[in-house]
């Protein structure tokens, strides 16, 4: 037996040759021509993208003159993305109480599927056809937290969540572990799919907040959402604006600096400072990690009270101003999210369906 391997000239002699003759139904040798194989880096493509629009927002002009269409002349929907789970005097109480909107809870806390934030038809049908009011948006931070930047000096043995993004990857660094990268992932797709919302909002006559931290961005190379192209490019409109604050003045011990990005709620920031307790002090610290393992930044997560009736008012103002037309048909599943959603929910009872603080959505 020969063990030699194969020289190149009999290499290139075999490979004239098919698998059989042609009379024992083989095939001639192939005349395609070899292509070779492209590989695509998708974490270096969307460096490259959000390098090349942060650069294009700058020269972005909007319309000259902008005239929000009406809305619809029916009962009006307010959309409440990743709201977490019901609670005494939280947005939605604010807003269902006023009796003019009807606020809709979205969130997995609440319902697995309705609840899920990427099934997004139906909402986009409903802002599309006039029948909401506006939308608030609170997507979750874990990927983008300042927390990932912090040297912790004690219990060294402990890892640490690592930074996953940075100003030269907004959307995600390479070299990172497989679950460190399902969560950028899906931080992506969450903050894409408010954006995309928002404006939709913009071009259906809507109001929109988003809400983030403040963060410290660009600092020592970390990005957040406040340095992405997506806000540059909102902020070249009038409509838009950002405000920042601090949410322990309205009613918590903590101080947790946020912004709120807003579309057509000039009034937001005046009703914002104007709500705040001139004697407030801060009391309290959030970082680390407690004794039983949980970040104490979780109990955070949930607005002031306040703040959520700040919101709900200027949000009603909104719609007290707006222009209204025609009756519209609502969407056929709607009355089914509704059920799943927005059914009666009591503070008191225990079983109450999305009563408990579930973890930040990352699939």
């Not at 194989?37 to 319309?63: C, G, M």
């Not at 929907?77 to 019901?86: A, K, P, V």
Request: proline letters at 7%; a positive charge.
């Amino acid at each position: 037996m020969d063990l030699e391997p194969p020289t190149a000239e009999e290499l290139q002699r075999w490979q004239g040759h098919g698998s059989l003759p042609r009379w024992l139904t083989g095939r001639g040798a192939s005349t395609r021509q070899r292509d070779g194989v492209s590989i695509v880096d998708t974490i270096e493509l969307l460096s490259d993208y959000e390098r090349k629009w942060f650069q294009d927002a700058s020269s972005w002009k909007p319309p000259s003159s902008s005239v929000p269409r009406p809305l619809a002349r029916n009962k009006l929907y307010f959309l409440i993305f990743f709201s977490g789970h019901r609670r005494h005097r939280d947005l939605v109480a604010w807003l269902e109480w006023s009796d003019r909107i009807q606020p809709i809870p979205i969130d997995l806390a609440i319902d697995e599927f309705y609840g899920d934030a990427r099934r997004g038809g139906l909402w986009a049908d409903l802002i599309k056809a006039g029948l909401v009011a506006g939308g608030h948006f609170g997507p979750p931070c874990e990927s983008y937290t300042d927390a990932r930047w912090l040297e912790v000096l004690e219990e060294t043995w402990k890892r640490c969540p690592r930074p996953l993004r940075t100003m030269a990857y907004g959307w995600g660094l390479p070299r990172r572990g497989r679950r460190e990268l399902l969560q950028t992932d899906m931080g992506n797709q969450l903050m894409w799919l408010s954006f995309s919302y928002m404006f939709l909002l913009a071009q259906a006559g809507g109001c929109a907040t988003l809400e983030h931290p403040r963060g410290q961005a660009p600092k020592d190379g970390r990005f957040s959402v406040w340095t992405s192209s997506l806000v540059k490019r909102a902020l070249q409109s009038p409509e838009w604006d950002v405000t920042s604050f601090l949410q322990g003045p309205l009613g918590v011990p903590y101080a947790k600096p946020t912004r709120l990005l807003h579309l057509r709620l000039p009034h937001l920031p005046q009703a914002i400072f104007s709500a705040y307790d001139p004697g407030w002090r801060r009391s309290e610290t959030l970082g680390g990690q407690d004794t039983d393992g949980s970040w104490k930044t979780t109990k955070a997560k949930a607005y002031p009270d306040k703040m959520n009736r700040v919101l709900s008012e200027v949000y009603l103002k909104f719609v007290e101003s707006s222009l209204r037309l025609d009756y519209v048909a609502e969407p056929p599943q709607l009355q089914a999210a509704l059920a799943a959603l927005t059914g009666f929910w009591d503070p008191y009872v225990d079983s109450t369906r999305g009563a408990v603080m579930a973890r930040d959505f990352h699939g």
